[in-house]
């Protein structure tokens, strides 16, 4: 097996002969492209395939010029948010299978998220079948331990519920208005999400208390005092630096991992956690969604809820797989009455797009500007 992250990557490439198997990276992918496209390979296996769903990206577009006789992709989120990430991915492994991303917004993606189609919804899957072999964890993981999941509920102070509802209502002022963009109005919603979790992160020198953190707070004691491990996810790096904040006041010891540490501190800080004590590992929702072994836990707590409960899902197994021995408990603090109830609901009425395609349910679409307005009239 040959190893592209080497110095010399140039030579490896070029002197590649039969037999021989390189593993490059998505990141030396996009470097070495002139390289790498050079060549015709035998095969080519893209690994967390959803890394290239997005056809506008560099790294979709250096992918797409790779040349071989037979392709494989491998992931567990095939959708993650729209149906033109299956586009995608079978333009790779099937080109022209699906037209061109014209035709197939035509024929498929407008009529399934926008109109609702089931009839198009399934041509489309009936089409995409035959090249997808899907295993669910339910088939081939019998042998695990039990899964349990709470969703607890967060009761916000006066003083924290009199700041979120005037985030809340300039929020709702802010989408009603024709002018606003849809990104103007994810930024709104994306203000009221963190307001949920903490006033901090909507305005930073507002030294409110945080019902969530205190609760969060409770549980590590909880945690401590019956010897369990977790695993702690939030979508808001700063959210987790306030969690670590309170960590360092009352001597907490824990691990930390975002988007920014590097691939070699990963692993180290993988293999901490894997083999010592510490009780603690912080996580991005983004940074430790894949590729992470970490069986330690059979706790795993989520700060905040994600507007696709597959990613969720995903973090959460990465205690929840093979080698794990012992029940695990998945907690979800939700502030109670605000838009994490919303987002939860979201979660229960709409079943997620792979499966819709995959196994035939209904397809949750992208937030309109009517469902974002729906979202916050409602609260």
């Given amino acids: 097996i040959l190893n592209a992250q080497g110095e010399d990557r140039e030579a490896l490439i070029r002197e590649a002969k039969p037999f021989d198997v390189i593993i490059t990276t998505y990141g030396l992918l996009i470097n070495e492209e002139e390289q790498l496209v050079s060549r015709t390979w035998n095969t080519i296996v893209l690994d967390e395939a959803h890394t290239i769903k997005n056809r506008d990206t560099k790294m979709s577009q250096s992918a797409m010029k790779l040349k071989a006789d037979f392709r494989l992709l491998l992931t567990g989120t095939p959708l ?8 995608n991915l079978m333009q790779f492994a099937n080109p022209d299978l699906l037209g061109t991303f014209q035709e197939f917004t035509t024929r498929f993606l407008l009529p399934i998220e926008r109109d609702h ?17 899907r295993r669910t964890k339910s088939e081939v993981l019998n042998e695990l331990p039990a899964k349990t999941e709470i969703t607890l509920k967060v009761d916000l102070t006066s003083d924290e519920w009199a700041f979120y509802d005037n985030i809340r209502q300039k929020a709702l002022a802010e989408i009603e208005e024709k002018s606003a963009t849809a990104m103007q109005a994810l930024a709104e919603i994306t203000r009221l999400r963190q307001a949920a979790c903490n006033v901090r992160l909507v305005e930073p020198t507002l030294h409110l208390a945080s019902s969530k953190l205190d609760l969060f707070m409770q549980i590590v004691d909880e945690l401590h005092a019956n010897h369990h491990r977790a695993l702690v996810f939030s979508q808001f790096t700063s959210h987790l630096a306030l969690v670590r904040e309170r960590l ?34 912080l996580i991005s929702l983004k940074a430790g969604g894949l590729g992470l072994n970490l069986t330690a836990a059979d706790y795993v707590v989520h700060l905040d809820p994600w507007w696709n409960p597959a990613i969720e899902e995903q973090a959460s197994d990465r205690a929840y797989r093979i080698g794990q021995h012992k029940p695990v408990t998945v907690y979800r603090l939700i502030s109670a009455g605000t838009i994490e109830e919303k987002i939860i609901e979201l979660h229960q009425t709409k079943k997620n797009m792979a499966d819709a395609l995959l196994e035939g349910g209904d397809i949750s679409a992208s937030l309109s500007r009517e469902e974002m307005i729906e979202l916050l009239s409602n609260l």
């Fill in 117 to 133: 189609d089931k009839e198009r919804q399934r041509l489309l899957k009936r089409i995409i079948t035959p090249f997808i072999l």
């Fill in 80 to 87: 993650q948010n729209h149906v033109s990430e299956m586009w």
């Fill in 248 to 281: 360092d006041s009352e001597g907490v010891s824990y691990l930390y991992l975002d988007g920014s540490t590097s691939a070699k501190e990963r692993i180290r800080l993988v293999e901490e956690y894997q083999q010592g004590d510490v009780s603690l590992f």
